[in-house]
């Protein structure tokens, strides 16, 4: 007969275990905000500065819980470097076009990781002498919840542009190996992971709708209609290779030092979309993002006005993105 004051894990162990979900909480805690002015879509911006504060209150509930498992406070301890491996990878899409892989790492990698390594501890935990740590876990479970599926929300809809998808599973079964051979936040295995369609919605999903309504909400964008449909132009010659189509864009003045760059040959992208305006004078800048399975580029475009209409003053690659043969 098992007795009632045993426990599952001794009182070293749930220090070690205390120590490695702190490591995992802070550690995300200072990405989720490193992110935040790297990342131009309102929606993923909004969802990471509003869980930035869930995280932070994670790291510190587990170490304020560690003084009362005899071990020193507020210390976070990776379960290997395996793990710290993992963390840096999964840190390590730090450029503005890299928005979907930094929400597939966090919210379809390592939160329901989370989720489930916490659920599994629960289940497990003594509830007569263990009720800190109970209250601690049930609180997690709670918000990683939420978590997972405001970001599954938000994935969907910038998913839901093109040419994302294959991206995102790619670096999602990269970051999973790697947080396999780690052996998990706690180098002990991965418990099971409940798929994505089983997660409820809830609250956090309701947030996220939120979130992508605002970015949503009318064009922030201001450009003359003329110039509008220029810009979708050029956009749609760009994603369909159409050499000749962008080549008439351009201004006679400026064709002598304006071209495709080259590095653009061979790269295959299939949506296109306006990120930033500003205005110089009669003329604009339109910064335009396109993207593709395995590449993205943003192009600070230059227009003036013109007796045929807009062209092209100068195109420059602001920002480019290729992804390595796997």
Same mark, same amino acid.
């Given at each position: 007969?098992?007795?009632?004051?045993? $426990?599952?894990?001794?009182?070293?162990?749930?220090?070690?275990? &205390?120590?490695?979900?702190?490591?995992?909480?802070?550690?995300?805690?200072?990405?989720?905000?490193?992110?935040?002015?790297?990342t131009?879509?309102?929606?993923?911006?909004?969802?990471?500065?509003?869980?930035?504060?869930?995280?932070?209150?994670?790291?510190?509930?587990?170490?304020?819980?560690?003084?009362?498992?005899?071990?020193?406070?507020?210390?976070?301890?990776?379960? $290997?470097?395996?793990?710290?491996?993992?963390?840096?990878?999964?840190?390590?899409?730090?450029?503005?076009?890299?928005?979907?892989?930094?929400?597939?790492?966090?919210?379809?990698?390592?939160?329901?990781h989370?989720?489930?390594?916490?659920?599994?501890?629960?289940?497990?935990?003594?509830?007569?002498?263990?009720?800190?740590?109970?209250?601690?876990?049930a609180?997690? &479970?709670?918000?990683?919840?939420?978590?997972?599926a405001?970001?599954?929300?938000?994935?969907?809809?910038?998913?839901?542009?093109?040419?994302?998808?294959d991206?995102?599973?790619?670096?999602?079964?990269?970051?999973?190996?790697?947080?396999?051979?780690?052996?998990g936040?706690?180098?002990?295995?991965?418990?099971?992971?409940?798929?994505?369609?089983?997660?409820?919605?809830?609250?956090?999903? $309701?947030?996220?709708?939120?979130?992508?309504?605002?970015?949503? *909400?009318?064009?922030?964008?201001?450009?003359?209609?003329?110039?509008?449909?220029?810009?979708?132009?050029?956009?749609?010659?760009?994603?369909?290779?159409?050499?000749?189509?962008?080549?008439?864009?351009i201004?006679? !003045?400026?064709?002598?030092?304006?071209?495709?760059?080259?590095?653009?040959?061979?790269?295959?992208? !299939?949506?296109?979309?306006?990120?930033?305006?500003?205005?110089?004078?009669?003329?604009? &800048?339109?910064?335009?993002?396109?993207?593709?399975?395995?590449?993205?580029?943003?192009?600070?475009?230059?227009?003036?006005?013109?007796?045929?209409?807009?062209?092209?003053?100068?195109?420059?690659?602001?920002r480019?993105?290729?992804?390595?043969? *796997?």
């Amino acid at each position: 007969m098992t007795h009632s004051l045993e $426990g599952h894990h001794s009182v070293e162990q749930s220090a070690r275990l &205390i120590r490695n979900y702190r490591y995992a909480a802070e550690r995300m805690t200072r990405l989720l905000g490193g992110w935040l002015p790297l990342t131009p879509e309102v929606s993923a911006k909004l969802l990471m500065g509003r869980h930035v504060w869930d995280n932070a209150q994670h790291a510190d509930l587990f170490g304020r819980r560690l003084p009362e498992l005899r071990a020193p406070a507020q210390v976070s301890e990776p379960s $290997g470097p395996a793990f710290v491996a993992f963390m840096e990878a999964l840190e390590s899409p730090e450029t503005p076009e890299l928005t979907v892989e930094r929400l597939v790492g966090v919210y379809r990698v390592l939160k329901p990781h989370l989720l489930a390594v916490y659920e599994q501890h629960l289940g497990a935990a003594n509830a007569v002498y263990e009720p800190p740590t109970c209250r601690i876990l049930a609180r997690c &479970i709670e918000d990683e919840r939420r978590h997972v599926a405001a970001g599954e929300t938000v994935l969907g809809h910038l998913l839901a542009a093109g040419g994302l998808y294959d991206r995102a599973v790619a670096w999602q079964r990269r970051l999973e190996e790697l947080l396999a051979a780690a052996g998990g936040v706690t180098g002990e295995g991965l418990p099971p992971v409940a798929p994505r369609s089983t997660v409820p919605e809830g609250e956090g999903s $309701g947030e996220a709708r939120e979130f992508i309504r605002l970015e949503t *909400a009318g064009s922030p964008w201001a450009l003359p209609d003329d110039l509008r449909a220029a810009v979708q132009a050029f956009g749609d010659a760009l994603v369909n290779g159409e050499a000749g189509a962008l080549d008439r864009w351009i201004a006679p !003045s400026a064709r002598s030092g304006q071209a495709m760059d080259p590095a653009l040959a061979g790269v295959r992208l !299939s949506d296109h979309r306006v990120v930033a305006v500003a205005r110089l004078g009669a003329k604009r &800048i339109v910064k335009l993002r396109a993207g593709g399975p395995s590449a993205s580029v943003t192009l600070a475009l230059r227009w003036m006005p013109d007796p045929d209409g807009w062209r092209l003053e100068s195109i420059e690659i602001a920002r480019a993105h290729v992804a390595s043969p *796997a």
